[in-house]
């Protein structure tokens, strides 16, 4: 059985009141893990531990030792990529390959910072001769870095690279669902040469995270999860006015015109929303189609999702897993009925699949719902499962107007031949992200995030890092003379 602790100052250690946590496993519900679960306590701790590391020798490392240890992360996590990659899928329930593919994107992660890192170096601004004037950036300080269940070693990637990156230390408490890699990862930073308090786990709950949204010692909280966390967290940074990175929720449209490749965006709208069993911010889980063909269209996905191979993700064949928990199962089956009674046409899913293998664990067969309308509440609110809700449009005016009439803006996508019109909705859909022919793609030289109350701020790209930094103007005067403004 799996035991993990928290590491606090460079030290392994159980929680002050030696709390733990059953960590159980999405597919048959068997208790894979007991895992240590902090309270504000050692969240106060690992935040005066990650401080004094701050003001310590740690400040004097140099650019080009922050992008080696990024590297020799890059390397660690290389190494461990099959561990890895078994802990998250025992954790989160996702396939092997989907883990796999989640090991080498972090890797990338660490060198893309670590390029970017390394190609630091400040401005000199235009001054008179006796002045130098100079435009650098400085680390924050103390990052508290809080991190969902659905994609738990990437999206703490995407902060610890650029927090170590730029020179701050770290406090991270990883979703107390899928602390299992948080915690690998933290053993192999164990491995470096690291000064103590640079680098801090503590697993927990809301209340920990509260801690570092709340402590005055902590100077950015970056956040990646629901947009009610991300509320209390937005809240509780106005106590020091912290710097805040929120990366929340979406509801993302998927819109196919009648003049797209029909093949390629029928098989891309059930990996849109199908993917991770649903489980991402940015599935494409609201499907918009042009009218002509959308009876078409909700024929052939029809026919394609009883051939979706729901199982174990250990299984070579499976290529959809179980959703990650008990909670997430009911309100996914609530939704689903919720649009039923709103009017919504139940196609296929909408329950558990058959069979003794799904009796245990958090199954549920790909859904889908057609004829749903922009007012329904599947039409609006983000579901977070296997399910698509379709959508009939008339024009790339309505299409538009629909897309857009949400609170979220994550990302979207649009499938169509017609260069003109890709540009046009591009341009006009509110969203951080926005795919023509494609979907899904994300890598690190991109800036991902969400406009409206999809988030604040970027993870990744220059932006990615800059987060992470304070822009600081330092002014020398080399020969200072009296001014006399008021006379001598
Ligand atoms: P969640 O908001 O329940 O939890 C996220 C993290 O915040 C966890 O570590 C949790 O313990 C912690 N937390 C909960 N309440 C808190 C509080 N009051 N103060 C501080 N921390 C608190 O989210 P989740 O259910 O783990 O993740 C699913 C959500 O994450 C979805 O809405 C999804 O869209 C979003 N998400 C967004 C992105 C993105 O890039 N925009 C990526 C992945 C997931």
Known sequence: MIQTQLYIDGQWQSPIDHGTRAIVSPADESVIAQAAEATRADARLAIAAARKAFDGPWRQTTIRDRAKLLNRIAELIDRDAG?????????????LTESRTDMGDIAATFRYFAGLVASESGAVNEAPHHVISRTLREPVGVCGLITPWNY?????AWKIAPALGAGNTVVIKPSNLTPLTTHHFTQLVAELDLPPGVFNLVTGGAEVGAELAESLDVDLVSFTGGAYAGESIM?????????????????NPNIVFADADLDAAVDYALN?????????????????VEDSIYDAFIGRLAERLPRIVIGNGFHGETQMGPVQSAQQHEKILGMVQAG??????????????AGDVYKKGYWLEPT??????AEMKIA?????????????????????????DTPYGLAAAVWTRDLDKANRMSRALRF??????????YFPEAPWGGYKASGIGRELARIGLDEYTELKHSYINLAPKAMGWFGA
């Open 368 to 373: 889908l719902l057609a004829d749903v309308t």
């Open 380 to 404: 609006k609110e983000e579901i977070f499962g296997p399910v698509i809700t379709a959508e009939r449009f008339r024009s790339e005016e309505e299409a538009l107007r629909a897309a857009n």
């Open 272 to 288: 849109a929303a199908f993917f991770h069993a649903g489980q991402v911010c940015s599935a494409g889980s609201r499907l918009m």
């Open 340 to 353: 039923i009674a709103e009017g919504a046409r139940l196609v296929h899913g909408g329950k558990r699949p």
């Open 83 to 95: 561990k890895l990659a078994h802990l998250e899928s025992l954790n989160t329930g996702k396939t």
């Open 152 to 156: 738990p070693l990437l999206q703490a």
């Open 235 to 251: 809240k509780a940074a106005t106590g020091n006015f912290k710097r805040i990175g929120l990366e929340l929720g979406g509801k």
């Open 432 to 441: 951080g992200t926005v795919w023509v022919n494609d979907y899904h793609p």
